[in-house]
């Protein structure tokens, strides 16, 4: 079973489809600004990827944070996440951050921004190498629209090894 907290977005936060990933509901907690009560943040781990998969979506417009909070430090290899936007224009940020003294600070590993333009463009796919032992913390920052209007930041699949 996944465990997982919601934690105010005000706060600082302290897979099965792909065989080589980490099993996160073994390995970590769960942090998560929000969640739609249809789209909790478990689809993000159970293994129904690709375009028409389950996904997390926030219950709240706006940034979104997610946070891995490993039980014991991990060697981080690579990150993968897919991500659908089947009706909106719109360009979702997303900022991957990693801690190795217990979430007290983040080095930021990438910004990835994300264009949808339904009907064409509305699913995407990326595999990121991530290298860094003694990682305590895996932070997900989700900015929906990068132009500030209405958006729920949402994932598809989020996968770490």
């Known amino acids: 079973m996944l465990r997982k907290q919601i934690i105010p977005p005000s706060s600082p936060p ?17 942090l998560v600004t929000s969640e739609a009560p249809d789209h909790p943040v478990e689809h993000l781990f159970d293994g129904r990827d690709g375009r028409g998969g389950t996904r997390w979506t926030a219950s709240s417009e706006g940034e979104q944070t997610l946070v891995l909070a490993f039980d014991a430090p991990q060697s981080v290899r690579e990150v993968s996440l897919e991500t659908e936007e089947p009706h909106a224009s719109r360009t ?5 951050s990693l801690s190795q003294d217990g979430g007290r600070t983040y080095r930021e ?4 921004e994300f264009t949808f333009s339904p009907p064409g463009t509305t699913f995407e796919r990326e595999r990121w190498s991530v290298r860094a032992d003694g990682v305590t913390h895996l932070r997900v920052v989700i900015r929906p629209d990068k132009g500030d209007g209405p958006g729920r930041a949402t994932l598809t699949s989020l996968a770490v090894r």
């Not at 302290?14 to 769960?30: E, F, L, N, R, Y």
């Not at 979702?92 to 991957?96: N, P």
């Not at 590993?109 to 990835?112: A, E, K, M, Y």
């Open 92 to 96: 979702q940020v997303l900022t991957l």
């Open 14 to 30: 302290p897979s099965p489809g792909q065989p080589d990933a980490k099993d996160i509901a073994a390995v970590a907690t769960v």
């Open 109 to 112: 590993v990438l910004r990835q």
